[in-house]
């Protein structure tokens, strides 16, 4: 089902400021990916900014606090506005974290991590069955930055990664700086790493740089692309079939051309192993 999701090629996180710029430099970004959450509950001001943005590009929806890996399961006025979202935008995919925001009724406000065992293995499954309820949309899960590793795992990251794309028959959201903010913040090997996830299932990848502090390199979407993510992503798409990549830059936002230089660079990546024009 995953190869026949349509090839989108290189896209751009939408941030508001990003929009007169954007216009002016259409040609330069093929999708675009929006936070589900700026458009829900919407005011008619964001109502039209998205209809606007639907109008001129292929547009994927990104949420981040539907909460998947909560044991109590999920929030069903909030499930319902997510898909009616979706439902109205019919993307080719959609995608989520695999992660939890929220616990007892708390929000959390933060991309929480969750143990690598089997029973949170059936946590996500039994969540994303009940989204599916709601939207038929293709899911895509992506990975997600930690700074403390949960005691108990009974497997690897990437194992558990594995299991929850497989067993809940989702896409994989490949984020290729969180994977080297985690190898260097744990100090694991990357290509063991990447060795052990499910290729033919990874869709779309994210990217950009963050900061350090102290030590720790941080996942602030801060920052352009390092080196080492550069070489990371071209090892990726020469091996999976990626059919599309989205810069996420969120803070210290720079000029639009550095920007469209960073789109630039990962297009002829994708170029360079015939995955689009
Ligand atoms: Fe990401």
């Known amino acids: 089902m995953l190869s026949h999701l349509p ?8 941030r508001e400021p990003f929009k007169s710029d954007l216009f002016l ?3 330069q970004v093929d999708f675009l990916e929006i936070v589900a959450e700026h458009y829900l509950d919407a005011t008619s001001q964001k109502q039209q900014e998205l209809e606007l943005l639907a109008a001129h590009f292929p547009i994927i929806p990104h949420a981040i606090n ?4 909560s044991a109590e399961g999920l929030d069903t006025d909030y499930v319902r506005k997510l898909a009616a979202l979706i439902n109205q935008l019919n993307p080719p995919w959609w995608s989520e974290h695999i992660c939890f925001t929220k616990a007892g009724k708390v929000d959390i406000g933060h991309l929480s991590p969750l143990p690598y065992t089997y029973e949170a293995v059936d946590v996500l499954c039994r969540n994303i069955a009940q989204v599916r309820r709601f939207v038929d949309v293709p899911l895509i899960l ?3 930055t930690y700074m403390v590793t949960l ?4 497997m690897t990251e990437a194992q558990f990664l594995t299991e929850v794309v497989e067993r809940s028959d989702c896409g994989l959201l490949l984020d290729v700086t969180n994977i080297y903010t985690n190898a260097v913040n744990h100090n694991y090997d990357i290509q063991a790493f990447v060795k052990e996830l499910p290729w033919e299932r990874v869709v779309q990848l994210h990217f950009v740089g963050g900061h350090w502090h102290d030590g720790i390199l941080i996942d602030s979407h801060s920052q352009s692309t390092p080196v080492e993510v550069w070489k990371l992503m071209d090892e ?3 091996k999976m079939p990626v059919k599309g990549v989205v810069l996420e830059r969120d803070e210290n936002l ?6 469209t230089a960073e789109l630039q660079h990962a ?3 994708g170029r360079s192993h015939q995955r689009w024009d």
């Open 25 to 27: 430099h259409r040609q």
């Open 142 to 144: 992506e990975n997600i």
């Open 254 to 259: 720079p000029t639009f051309a550095e920007l």
């Open 7 to 14: 090839t989108l090629g290189v896209g751009l996180g939408f």
């Open 267 to 269: 297009r002829e990546i």
């Open 236 to 238: 990726v798409v020469a």
């Open 66 to 69: 539907l909460s998947l890996g």
């Open 151 to 154: 005691p108990g795992a009974q």
